[in-house]
């Protein structure tokens, strides 16, 4: 095989290889806390189905209503709220990358560990998990919610 080739053969597989990354990262920037019983990610308005852009969670610290689950949100502006959310509006919180058969894992946010990303941040802690966007956000544990 010639350099030439080889070269050629380098920048095809580079070129495919970048290729498939809007995808995956489609997904938006998210986390998993440690117990796997919250999951959160920062969806475009077009991801959270026309709810608007924010920091989306689910968790099974919210109550069910019936087949929904419960979820809290995060705008760019006022306080948290509790949501809930069918299947199709979880799937990009878990990380769905919209290509109809993949995801893309939510990394998890260790105990003790800051996530920060487009003014959002949030802290997983053994307690809980606090996110905030300036003076708002809300808490996430076990014991209780509150949001803020």
């Known amino acids: ?56 969670c689910s968790s099974s610290y919210i109550p069910r209503k019936g087949e929904l689950e419960g979820g809290v949100k995060l705008n760019r502006t006022g306080k948290a709220r509790l949501i809930t959310l069918g299947n199709d509006d979880s799937l990009p919180i878990s ?12 990394p998890v946010l260790g105990y003790g560990k800051t996530f920060k990303r487009g003014g959002f941040s949030c802290v997983s802690r053994s307690t809980g998990l606090t996110c ?17």
């Open 1 to 56: 095989m010639t350099h030439r080739t080889r070269l050629s053969l380098l920048t095809l597989a580079v070129s495919i290889g970048l290729a498939t990354v809007p995808a995956v990262a489609s997904a938006g920037a998210g986390f998993t806390v440690p117990s796997g019983n919250t999951v959160c990610g920062i969806l475009t308005a077009k991801q959270a189905a026309g709810r608007g852009a924010g920091l989306y």
């Open 95 to 106: 990380g769905y990358n919209g290509e109809g058969r993949e995801y893309s894992k939510r």
């Open 132 to 148: 905030r966007r300036g003076s708002h956000g809300f808490f996430l544990s076990r014991e209780k919610r509150r949001l803020f």
